[in-house]
């Protein structure tokens, strides 16, 4: 009987999964070549080795792409940085994944008010679409009221 030796199937990336990893890593930088970038992308994020490399290649030049990352050619090679609107992407993929705490009611009702002037109605209707993704119900048109405690998720939306 023949053993085989079983690998992990990979999978192709997301700009969201890319952007994280990224996050977590300083600039670093990638060698001149672009079968070098993967290799190189690799060594310094050893979690990407899961991914297929094309996936990779692709996904990072749609990051460039769109402005998330800034690839600054040198004499050492190319220099890897997330801009600033691909920090702020972050925070948004981040304020995605944010669900309430589900715990035992403690019979505290929590209010959330606020005040987005007119002029600024599109960030007012998402914080309302924030406030509504961590379960909150609208009180009126200003007022959100939710039995759960997420005093950080509200914070963290204040600092966005």
């Keep these: 009987m023949i053993k085989r030796k079983t690998t992990k199937a990979k999978s192709r990336i997301t700009q969201k999964q890319l952007l994280k990893y990224l996050k977590d890593a300083r600039p670093f930088f990638l060698p001149i070549g672009i079968s070098e970038h993967v290799r190189a992308l690799k060594k310094g994020l050893p979690e ?21 990352v800034e690839k600054i050619n ?24 944010m669900k309430p705490k589900r715990e035992k009611w403690d019979g505290k009702w929590r209010l959330v008010f606020f005040d987005v002037a007119e002029f600024d109605r599109k960030k ?7 406030l509504r993704q961590l379960e909150m ?16 998720q509200v914070k963290y939306l204040r600092e966005v």
């Design 124 to 130: 007012r209707d998402q914080f309302r679409k924030y």
């Design 74 to 97: 040198s004499k050492d090679g190319i220099e890897i940085k997330i801009t600033n609107r691909g920090k702020t992407q972050i925070l948004k993929y981040n304020l995605m994944d």
């Design 48 to 68: 990407l080795d899961k991914y297929f490399p094309f996936s990779l290649e692709k996904t990072a030049n749609e990051l460039v792409r769109q402005g998330y």
């Design 137 to 152: 119900e609208q009180f009126q048109k200003s007022v959100f009221i939710s039995p759960h405690d997420i005093f950080d």
